[in-house]
């Protein structure tokens, strides 16, 4: 069954830098592009953009562009979410999902929570 | 951007009785080329991450049980869970997939 396994919590201090991973499994994974969504603590979904996964063309939703890389390494099925600089507003879950036939999601991992704090 | 409202933000509902909720477009996600409304619906229970309900308005997902439907055209959408279960407590959210960036309502509290 398709499963997205995503890396675990991590804390940070503002100005540093994070990646998360979001592992792929159960099918093809170059046939389907993965997608990022923000949920800032007790707030609602947002969606950051998405990566070609046969490719590794990347596009960013506005507001997500500068401090946020997607990337992809398909000889182990995974993409990745790197964030630098750090700012106590990026404190949030940040889940991968899988596109398909549009663009809404039918896969999620389970969510990396990121805490930004001094 | 397409704003998505959602109401109400939460409801109450007894198990076994019946849940509506509703998701409003600032502008139609009803695609003249196909006929079809690009309107999804999730489900995120406590802890967890969403998982897909409905889509393209009416479509129900692979696996979910058929206590959920999704109706309404161009501007104007309802998601109803029928005979609610104890594990339906979630917060609902509706999203248009028709344009980039695809963009959510705020969500629909469900509780018992």
């Known amino acids: 069954q398709v499963q997205l396994v995503q890396s675990g919590s991590e804390l940070k201090k503002p100005g540093a830098s994070v990646k998360v991973s979001c592992k792929a499994s159960?099918?093809?994974?170059?046939?389907?592009?993965m997608n990022w969504v923000r949920q800032a603590p007790g707030q609602g979904l947002e969606w950051m953009g998405w990566?070609?996964?046969?490719?590794?063309?990347?596009g960013y939703a506005q507001g997500f562009t500068g401090r946020f890389v997607f990337s992809v390494d398909t000889s182990v099925s995974t993409t990745y979410l790197q964030i630098t600089s750090l700012e106590p507003e990026d404190s949030a879950v940040y889940y991968c999902a899988r596109g398909g036939i549009g663009w809404f999601w039918d896969s999620w991992g389970q969510g990396t929570r990121v805490a930004v704090s001094s | 951007d397409i704003v998505m409202t959602q109401s109400p933000d939460s409801l109450a509902v007894s198990l076994g009785e019946r849940a509506t909720m509703n998701c409003k477009s600032s502008?139609?996600?009803?695609?003249?080329?196909?006929?079809?409304?690009?309107l999804a619906w999730y489900r995120q229970k406590p802890g967890q991450s969403p998982e897909l309900l409905i889509y393209w308005a009416v479509i129900r997902e692979s696996g979910v049980p058929d206590r959920f439907s999704g109706s309404g055209s161009g501007t104007d959408f309802t998601l109803t869970i029928s005979n609610l279960q104890a594990e339906d407590v979630a917060v609902y959210y509706c999203?248009?997939?028709?344009?980039?960036?695809?963009?959510f309502g705020r969500g629909t509290k469900v509780e018992i």
């Open positions: 159960g099918y093809n994974f170059n046939n389907y592009d």
């Open positions: 502008q139609s996600v009803l695609s003249r080329s196909n006929n079809k409304n690009y």
């Open positions: 990566i070609q996964t046969s490719s590794g063309n990347p």
């Open positions: 999203q248009q997939h028709l344009s980039t960036p695809p963009t």
